[in-house]
Nanobody, 117 residues
Framework: LHLEESGGGLAQPGESLQLSCRAS????????MAWYREIPGKRRERIAY???????GYEGSHQGRFTISRNSAGDTMYFQMNDLQPGDTATYYC????????????WGQGIQVTVSL
């Protein structure tokens, strides 16, 4: 699968951004999609995921501000980020796992989100 992220950029504190991740290829194999982020000097961390059956999960202190979703075709995942804070500045990555949690995994190229006055 090929993943392409879009929607990042610069935001001021309190503003919103929506990231998108579009998958191309054998999308019927998608089992799990997730958003990770990497802050310089820190490990890449998972922040939200959505399963094939639509179940979602969130991790970290940003819960309540971020929402993960997917289109009906199952090939595009979204990440709505509200009330952005400087601590949200990071490179955000889309991740997909095929067939089951032990299946092949793909990563997007990463997209920068910068939150600053």
């Amino acid at each position: 699968l090929h993943l392409e992220e879009s929607g990042g950029g610069l935001a001021q504190p309190g503003e919103s951004l929506q990231l998108s991740c579009r998958a191309s290829g054998d999308i019927w194999r998608i089992y799990y999609m997730a958003w990770y982020r990497e802050i310089p000097g820190k490990r890449r961390e998972r922040i939200a995921y959505i399963m094939r059956d639509g179940n979602t999960g969130y991790e970290g202190s940003h819960q309540g501000r971020f929402t993960i979703s997917r289109n009906s075709a199952g090939d595009t995942m979204y990440f709505q980020m509200n009330d952005l804070q400087p601590g949200d500045t990071a490179t955000y990555y889309c991740n997909v796992v095929e067939e089951n949690m032990a299946g092949p995994t793909s990563w997007g190229q990463g997209i920068q989100v910068t939150v600053s006055l």
